[in-house]
């Protein structure tokens, strides 16, 4: 039983185009994140997203934008996409209320040519 | 605003030795820190956090608010040991801050 799923694992597409990872988790959790981890291991968090309010780090570019269709899932979507856009993105839940465990999906990795 | 500093990119010690993976931190609130692990074509995952004063694996790290660090201890590195370490601040939303990470690399 995966916890947090993220497809896909291998995603490799052109500047300019627009792409979408999903993510889903089966915990029952409120609150769902984005991180982005680029080639030096950096890890820097995106989104934070609950049913009821969705925190974005004003360092992410506005071509990038979550969207939920329900608790269970955050997808991102990115436009027009860059070079710079290129790491592993990951997808995280957690149940606010239980503490701050953050459970993590396996990662997408993205290589923008 | 906050910010988690690991000043060690990389840790490379023998099996049997002790290890520190160094973590300070700076935040206006109370912390609540944490250490994941991201073992070799696995997922982060939740090594230990410092309300729960556990160890796990057998390690441990203690909260410093007048050093305002968190380091990550082990008396005796085993090969499986091997991995990526984050430290991590909790802030505004839930969001995890990460430090930039050590590589450990344990030795036989």
């Known amino acids: 039983d995966t916890a947090v799923s993220q497809t896909p694992k291998y995603l490799v597409t052109q500047m300019g185009n627009d792409k979408s990872i999903k993510c889903e988790q089966n915990?029952?959790?409120?609150?769902m994140y984005w991180y982005k981890q680029d080639s030096k291991k950096f890890l820097k968090i995106m989104f934070s997203?609950?049913?009821?309010?969705?925190?974005i780090n004003e360092t992410v570019p506005n071509r990038f934008s979550p969207k939920s269709p329900d608790k269970a899932h955050l997808n991102l979507h990115i436009n027009s996409l860059e070079l710079g856009d290129s790491a592993v993105y990951f997808c995280a839940s957690s149940q606010v209320a239980r503490g701050h465990e953050q459970y993590f999906g396996p990662g997408t990795r993205l290589t923008v040519t | 605003a906050q910010r988690v500093t690991q000043p060690e990119k990389l840790l490379s010690v023998f099996k049997g030795a002790p290890v520190e993976l160094k973590c300070n931190y700076s935040?206006?609130?109370?912390?609540?820190l944490f250490w994941y692990v991201q073992y070799s074509r696995q997922r982060l995952q939740l090594l230990l956090r410092h309300i729960s004063r556990e160890s796990i694996k057998g390690f441990t790290a203690d909260l410093n608010k007048g050093e305002t660090s968190f380091h990550l201890k082990k008396p005796f590195a085993q090969e499986e040991d091997s991995a990526m370490y984050y430290c991590?601040?909790?802030?505004?939303?839930?969001?995890?801050?990460f430090g930039g990470g050590t590589r450990l690399m344990v030795k036989p």
């Open positions: 997203y609950n049913n009821k309010e969705l925190i």
């Open positions: 915990l029952g959790h409120d609150t």
């Open positions: 991590a601040l909790v802030g505004a939303g839930n969001m995890l801050t």
């Open positions: 935040y206006s609130g109370s912390p609540e």
